[in-house]
């Protein structure tokens, strides 16, 4: 290498799905010499289903137009922010000023980087979920932000222990991320959690971002952090059309809440790209423009695949929640389960490995979300029945196999 990385790449690893993306794909060749099935990814949240028809059919349209290919405004056009306003009145209640608390971005991913570049300084203290997105976290470390980790359990329904972190030390934390329905615990949000939350906030002087991304996936009633009274002076909120929408690639997000909070965000963002495709964004306002007939079938769907995964859960032999909302089934080890010992891996990391060679089926393991995810898997909806089904198999005719050797 001709120069050396900067020092803030010295503080970060490539995403753990990057690596082993890589790593099944050598997998599948050696299983293709072997005349044996491709692995069966049942990891990443990404939708596999189809957008809205009218989402496809407007952009097409519109692509075809001369005046559709030049740079966008950095703010995004009148249609989708008074789209992305509507959106929130009709599902969370919640009033917002198109002109000035709603911000597109590329994904609600792009919003956490650009959150930490707008308000943290190197050795401003950031509060962070574990276990929880591993972005929170990577972003944070970039930004040379010090990294303090809060718990989520089980027994705690996955929400914060408030006395807890009453009791850390919270002189210099800026920042507060939380994300409900929970990735990757499915654990709900509810209004009162939302009402701590905020009541902690302004207390103590600390922005909350709340990442919502998942709040029409198999859950009855989407709740946003902004319906709470006071929430807009201490907390913004981040969304996206990739999981309710079946849009992930389409890289359509949203940031809202106060207009001088949205403005610092703008300032960073405004270096660093010149505005989204507008064919996307006005497809992007079909997709919003939805009604809960949309949501309905898709959540059809996606329970007919969690009782899959739910069996999935119990053929190996783990503890869950039918209750869980999200993409996600989140499942726990037992302690004394029977799996050889690894010194340098989780419990999780291990189950997942051995599944992923002898099966033939990947299956995310916990840790890769923090240490309270160490004893964990998660299986992604993100699979048609079929293919669920196709995993379940396999695990069961590894079981049995398994059985058999170990007499």
Sequence with gaps: ??????????????????????????????????????????????????????????????????????????????????????????????????????????????????????????????????????????????????????????????????EALERMDLEGVKIMWTNYPNMPTGGRATRELYQRLVDFALRHKILIVNDNPYSFILNEEPLSILEIQGAKDCALELNSLSKAHNMSGWRVGMLCGDRDLISEVLKVKSQMDSGMFKPMQLAAVKALQQGPQWFAELNAEYARRREVAFRIMSSLGLEFNRNSAGLFVWGKIPADYPIGAELDKTLGERLSDDILYSAGVFITPGFIFGKNGNNYLRISLCADVETLCRAEKALREWLSQTLQNSK
């Design 1 to 162: 290498m001709i120069i050396k990385p900067a020092k803030r790449t010295e503080s970060v690893q490539e995403y753990y799905f990057s690596r082993k993306l890589k790593e099944i794909d050598a997998l599948n060749e050696q299983r293709f010499r072997e005349a044996k099935p491709s692995v069966i990814n049942l990891g990443i949240g990404a939708p596999d289903r189809m957008p809205p028809q009218e989402a496809i059919d407007e952009l097409i349209s519109c692509a075809q137009k001369a005046d559709s290919h030049k740079y966008q405004s950095y703010v995004g056009t009148k249609e989708l922010r008074e789209a992305f306003a509507q959106w929130y009145s009709r599902y969370y209640r919640v009033t917002l000023n198109p002109q000035s608390e709603i911000q597109p971005l590329f994904g609600s991913k792009e919003g956490i980087l650009l959150i930490s570049l707008a308000f943290l300084n190197e050795g401003d203290k950031v509060l962070v979920p574990d276990p929880g997105y591993p972005t929170y976290s990577s972003a944070s470390k970039l930004v040379g932000a010090q990294i303090l980790n809060y718990d989520l359990k089980e027994e705690e329904d996955w929400h914060p222990d408030f």
